[in-house]
C-alpha cells in the first residue's frame, strides 16, 4: 500500500497564489507518476496535473496551464502543486494520486484524502 498525505490547502482570495504538498510513503514504486486532481461541489473528479517521477515529464489540464505548476522531489517522495492566480472556480478539494502515468486519464490506484481549496471573489 501507499499511504499519501496532502497539505497546504486553505482559503484565498482570488489572484492569490497557494502551494500543495503531497508526501507518499509505504511502497515503494518505481516508473510512477504523481498527480492532482480536484473536485468542486457537485462535480466530478477532474485531473488537474501530474509529473512523472524518473523522467519528468509534466501534463496539465487547459484549464490549469501557465497558472498551476507541478514539481517534484523524489529524495522526499514529495510532488508540489504551485497555484497561481487563482481563480473562484478552482475552490475544490484537492486530492493527490498515485499511479503510472495512466493516472491522467483518472486510472488511480492510490488517493490521498484531499485538502480544500477555498478562492473566495
Known amino acids: 500500500q501507499v499511504q499519501l498525505v496532502e497539505s497546504g490547502g486553505g482559503l484565498v482570495q482570488a489572484g492569490d497564489s497557494l502551494r500543495l504538498s503531497c508526501a507518499a510513503s509505504?511502497?515503494?514504486?518505481?516508473?510512477?507518476?504523481m498527480g492532482w486532481f480536484r473536485q468542486a461541489p457537485g462535480k466530478e473528479r477532474e485531473f488537474v496535473a501530474a509529473?512523472?517521477?524518473?523522467?519528468?515529464?509534466?501534463y496539465y489540464a487547459d484549464s490549469v496551464r501557465g497558472r498551476f505548476t507541478i514539481s517534484r522531489d523524489n529524495a522526499k517522495n514529495t510532488v508540489y502543486l504551485q497555484m497561481n492566480s487563482l481563480q473562484a472556480e478552482d475552490t475544490a478539494v484537492y486530492y493527490c494520486?498515485?499511479?503510472?502515468?495512466?493516472?491522467?486519464?483518472?486510472?488511480?490506484?492510490?488517493w490521498g484524502k484531499g485538502t480544500l481549496v477555498t478562492v473566495s471573489s
Open positions: 509505504g511502497r515503494t514504486l518505481s516508473n510512477y507518476a
Open positions: 494520486g498515485v499511479g503510472t502515468v495512466s493516472i491522467v486519464a483518472g486510472r488511480v490506484p492510490y
Open positions: 509529473v512523472h517521477r524518473s523522467i519528468g515529464m509534466t
